[in-house]
């Protein structure tokens, strides 16, 4: 059973193009929701992160976007640099209070010069 | 500023063998302290977490097990390892919802 679910398992994109990486969840009871980003080799790196009170924040480069009514959310980078090629991670929290996370399973991001 | 530390970065033991990862945190008290495994093409599975020393809750049953000896370690062992524990398992603590993970540690059980 699934929770997190990150459907694209690969993403393109040119340098300098906005990349969209979306994620979506099936608990409603979920209220925090968080990206990560993880290069080979290493530990994952937490990048921003979005309460179910709010539908947006930014950081930067890196916007979240939380679509409460289809539990959905995306993360916007723009501009894409070839340094933002990584592995990315969603997860979510609230079920338990914020000990656990629920980590879908990654879309890798190319940008490519 | 915290830090957060594993040891080995890399392992290749028999079927059959013992396992004692370590994890530690700097700079810190009392935090939440994690074990995740992500096998090869998959995302990051929670295997336990600890809210304080000896306490430990385990997400999946298995043969590793964890233990938390003092305020800022964390071990995961295992008596007799299997093929299938192979993977790259990741330490993390927190004090709320963000958790902040580890370099990993790449166990190959052979």
């Known amino acids: 059973d699934q929770q997190v679910k990150q459907n694209s398992p690969s993403l393109s994109v040119q340098e300098g193009r906005i990349s969209i990486l979306n994620c979506d969840y099936t608990?409603?009871?979920?209220?925090?929701f968080l990206w990560y980003k993880k290069y080979p080799a290493e530990g994952p790196t937490f990048l921003i992160s979005i309460s179910s009170i709010k539908d947006k924040n930014e950081d930067g480069r890196f916007t979240v976007f939380l679509n409460k009514s289809a539990k959905h959310l995306s993360l916007h980078i723009v501009p894409s640099q070839p340094g933002d090629s990584a592995v990315y991670f969603c997860a979510a929290s609230g079920l338990t209070g914020f000990q656990k996370l629920v980590f879908g399973t990654g879309t890798r991001l190319l940008v490519s010069p | 500023s915290q830090t957060i530390h594993q040891w080995p970065a890399t392992l290749v033991q028999p079927v059959g063998s013992p396992l004692s990862l370590e994890c530690t945190v700097e700079g810190t008290s009392n935090p939440n302290l994690y074990w995740y495994r992500q096998a090869a093409g998959r995302g990051l599975q929670l295997l336990f977490y600890?809210?304080?020393?000896?306490?430990i809750s385990s997400e999946v049953p298995q043969n590793l097990s964890a233990s938390r000896p003092q305020d800022r370690q964390f071990i995961l062992s295992s008596k007799k390892l299997l093929l299938s524990d192979s993977g790259f398992y990741l330490c993390a603590w927190s004090f709320s919802y963000e958790q902040y993970f580890g370099p990993g540690t790449r166990l190959t059980v052979t």
């Open positions: 608990n409603s009871m979920f209220d925090y």
């Open positions: 600890s809210v304080g020393i000896g306490q």
